[in-house]
């Protein structure tokens, strides 16, 4: 059963504009969500986190919003830049509990 | 059915013990990894392998090693554990090596170590 879900597996965004990746969840005791970055052959880097008690954390062009009701979260880039070309993945935790779920990703490609 | 399984869940260990974590993936995926989760929540990888051959190795203590006895499994063996091993570690796998582009990853539910 997959808790945490990104279904689009891939995205593609013309340099300049937003890119908007998806992540839902179905665990209601997810409280901490986290957005990871992965380039080929590195491990994925932290980009940007919220909490439950926020519906919006903004870092630079980076923000995420979070729909609690729906259960969703979304990253917002913008503008959006070659290199943000990786596999994104976002992820969850449970209060009192420190293991992160996650989801399987979605590869944005940004064209120039 | 599970895609990625880590066993066990939970392990309760003294300082100085040997023990082993075991990734096992039925996805058919030729590449599997393991990662470190710190207090932080944040995620380093550690060791990957792909189709058996170790692609990726992190400057992790040499008293890490994983150990793939064939492409569906990764195991991690940890030698005279120390207080600061303590952490979530999570296995992944994915379809492609992982220098290619596309690198989607599925990751198991994670092993919770704790060191006394």
């Known amino acids: 059963d997959q808790q945490v879900k990104q279904n689009s597996p891939s995205l593609s965004v013309q340099e300049g504009r937003i890119s908007i990746l998806n992540c839902d969840y179905t665990?209601?005791?997810?409280?901490?969500f986290l957005w990871y970055k992965k380039y080929p052959a590195e491990g994925p880097t932290f980009l940007i986190s919220?909490?439950?008690?926020?519906d919006k954390n903004e870092d630079g062009r980076f923000t995420v919003f979070l729909n609690k009701s729906a259960k969703h979260l979304s990253l917002h880039i913008v503008p959006s830049q070659p290199g943000d070309s990786a596999v994104y993945f976002c992820?969850?935790?449970?209060?009192?509990?420190?293991?992160?779920?996650f989801g399987t990703g979605t590869r944005l490609t940004i064209i120039p | 059915d599970t895609a990625v399984s880590q066993t066990p869940k939970y392990l309760v260990t003294q300082m100085g013990n040997d023990k082993s974590i075991k990734c096992e993936q039925n996805?058919?995926?030729?590449?599997m990894y393991w990662y470190k989760q710190d207090s932080k929540k944040f995620l380093k990888i550690m060791f990957s392998?792909?189709?058996?051959?170790?692609?990726i190795n992190e400057t992790v203590p040499n008293r890490f090693s994983p150990k793939s006895p064939d492409k569906a499994h990764l195991n991690l063996h940890i030698n005279s554990l120390e207080l600061g091993d303590s952490a979530v570690y999570f296995c992944?796998?994915?379809?492609?090596?992982?220098?290619?582009?596309?690198?989607?990853?599925?990751f198991g539910p994670g092993t919770r170590l704790t060191v006394l």
């Open positions: 992944a796998s994915s379809p492609l090596r992982g220098d290619q582009f596309t690198d989607t990853q599925y």
């Open positions: 665990n209601s005791m997810f409280d901490y």
């Open positions: 919220i909490s439950s008690i926020k």
């Open positions: 992820a969850a935790s449970a209060f009192g509990n420190e293991k992160l779920t």
């Open positions: 996805l058919g995926h030729d590449t």
């Open positions: 392998y792909n189709n058996k051959e170790l692609i």
